[in-house]
């Protein structure tokens, strides 16, 4: 393998990690929704306790937030504060 291969299989996963990294998000959000009753595809969890769940900050977590409520692909109600749980719904 030469040095010139592994340069643009390496651009070529890194130009990709944050579509991946997003996409992580919303199946960890996805496996640990409830699967019945009333709140059916919902998931209650603080931001921080996301993060720290993904091992990722705080920060990185509201950017996926906002590219998969971009994407229609979840709905999101923030908490009024730091204690209190934000509230994901799956919708696709």
């Known amino acids: 393998m030469t040095d010139e291969t592994f340069f643009v299989v390496s651009r070529g996963i890194f130009d990709h990690y944050e579509?991946?990294?997003?996409m992580g998000l919303y199946f960890y959000l996805l496996g640990n929704c409830t699967i019945s009753g009333k709140k059916k595809g919902?998931?209650?969890?603080?931001?921080?306790e996301l993060a720290n769940e993904t091992k990722t900050s705080a920060q990185t977590v509201h950017?996926?937030?906002?590219?998969?409520?971009?994407?229609?692909?979840?709905?999101?109600?923030p908490a009024r504060n730091q204690h209190q749980d934000?509230?994901?719904?799956?919708?696709k």
């Open 86 to 91: 934000s509230v994901f719904k799956i919708l």
């Open 63 to 77: 950017q996926h937030i906002k590219r998969l409520v971009n994407a229609k692909l979840i709905e999101y109600s």
């Open 19 to 22: 579509g991946l990294a997003t």
């Open 42 to 48: 919902q998931l209650a969890i603080s931001v921080r």
